[in-house]
């Protein structure tokens, strides 16, 4: 099973600030096969990139993901307020041992 | 649009089951996968599992194997999730998540429902 690390736990910014959150994985990642999903609270996650790059239907252009490998980066451009919640990697693909990292929480400086 | 709506929150005793709805709307029920995503109190994500709605055929996470029974009614476009052997360990949101053209990542999720297991 492929184990995602995401870094830093917490990112405390400001809005208009820039954030990078990484997501290192375990194995090399085929296809780069990498989501990311914001998630609010009380909300479920809402997919904002797959395939390490390609951004969702309706996500701003501020989101951006990047990377291949084992090394993938989630950035957020300039943040708005609405950005501020907890993103998350998942690893998908043929093989179905889904996993998720275990998050990074972009909090309000 | 497409819409996963989950049955309500539930209160089991430990060693009970629980059995999770998601009934799902605005595309062809039968043309995508459909999955269970869990969430313990201020946790991660945790996949537990894959039903193919067309045929009924399932695939489990390990650590839910034996666990947990995904069944589909093609007739009112549902998925049922039913963990048994509760434990308090098992309370978490739990999420009906829709796959994308078999890739197995998730653009459409239900509104989760909150299972709470406690003597």
């Known amino acids: 099973e492929i184990v995602l690390t995401q870094s830093p736990g917490t990112l405390s910014l400001s809005p208009g600030e820039r954030a990078a959150l990484s997501c290192r994985a375990s194995?090399?990642?085929?296809?780069?096969?990498l989501a990311w999903y914001q998630q609010k609270p009380g909300q479920a996650p809402r997919l904002l990139i797959y395939?390490?790059?390609i951004r969702a239907t309706g996500i701003p252009d501020r989101f951006s993901g990047s990377g291949s490998g084992t090394d993938f980066t989630l950035t957020i451009s300039r943040l708005e307020p609405e950005d501020f919640a907890v993103y998350y990697c998942?690893?998908?693909?043929?093989?179905?041992?889904?996993?998720f990292g275990g998050g990074t929480k972009v909090e309000i400086k | 649009q497409v819409q996963l709506v989950q049955s309500g929150a539930e209160v089991k005793k430990p060693g009970a089951s629980v059995k999770v709805s998601c009934k799902a709307s605005?595309?062809?029920?039968?043309?995508?996968?459909m999955h269970w995503v869990r969430q313990a109190p201020g946790q991660g994500l945790e996949w537990m599992g894959i039903?193919?709605?067309?045929?009924?055929?399932?695939t489990y996470a390990q650590r839910f194997q034996g666990r947990v029974t995904m069944t589909r009614d093609t007739s009112t476009s549902t998925v049922y999730m039913e963990l048994s052997s509760l434990r308090s360990e098992d309370t978490a949101v739990y999420y009906c998540?829709?796959?994308?053209?078999?890739?197995?990542?998730?653009?459409?999720w239900g509104q989760g429902t909150l299972v709470t297991v406690s003597s």
């Open positions: 998540a829709r796959d994308v053209q078999s890739a197995y990542f998730f653009a459409y």
């Open positions: 605005g595309y062809t029920f039968i043309s995508y996968y």
């Open positions: 039903i193919n709605p067309s045929g009924g055929s399932t």
């Open positions: 194995q090399s990642v085929t296809s780069s096969y």
């Open positions: 395939g390490a790059s």
């Open positions: 998942q690893r998908y693909g043929t093989s179905l041992a889904l996993t």
